[in-house]
């Protein structure tokens, strides 16, 4: 069983960034989007117009900023690598709860669509809630060019 990391999140946070699984070196390095092929900091940090060299605690303080919030549809799980395909005995986190503790958190964005599809798997679809899924951007996902990819997650700007 590999365990997930805790969310982060600030008190004011209003969009929720639900990935389903940190990879192995995400895990590793105790940090979301920790490997260096994926262009989850790379786009945030163009979309949020900051400098994409910040260290990891600074990206976090950026995305608090801009009341944005991380975390994962899965708390634990058995997985032989890093692919989602590969996942199996899910535990899932309390997504749910999460959502009433902050009361301004009113859009989950879907880092990927297995990340929607495991959540709706098992989680109630609100009304009160705007849900997103983005395309995955993670270096298996090579389907869709950057800057296709960058656009689509440019969408969540309306909700922060």
């Not at 989602?84 to 997504?95: A, W």
């Amino acid at each position: 069983m590999i365990h997930g990391l805790p969310p982060i999140i600030a008190s004011d946070a209003k969009v929720l960034i639900l990935g389903t699984m940190p990879s192995e070196i995400s895990l590793s390095e105790v940090a979301y989007y920790g490997n260096k092929q994926n262009k989850f900091w790379q786009i945030m940090s163009e979309i949020l117009e900051t400098d994409p060299e910040l260290g990891y605690q600074d990206r976090l303080l950026v995305l608090k900023k801009h009341h944005i919030g991380l975390w994962d549809v899965i708390k634990s799980c058995e997985r032989k690598g890093s692919l989602d395909t590969s996942i199996s005995n899910i535990l899932y986190n309390d997504i749910p709860a999460l959502l009433r503790q902050y009361k301004e958190l009113k859009t989950v964005v879907f880092s990927s669509a297995n990340a929607s599809k495991l959540y709706f798997k098992k989680m109630e679809h609100s009304s009160e809630i705007t849900y997103l899924t983005m395309p995955s951007t993670s270096g298996v996902y090579a389907r869709m060019p950057y800057q296709e990819k960058k656009a689509k997650w440019s969408e969540i700007k309306k909700y922060i």
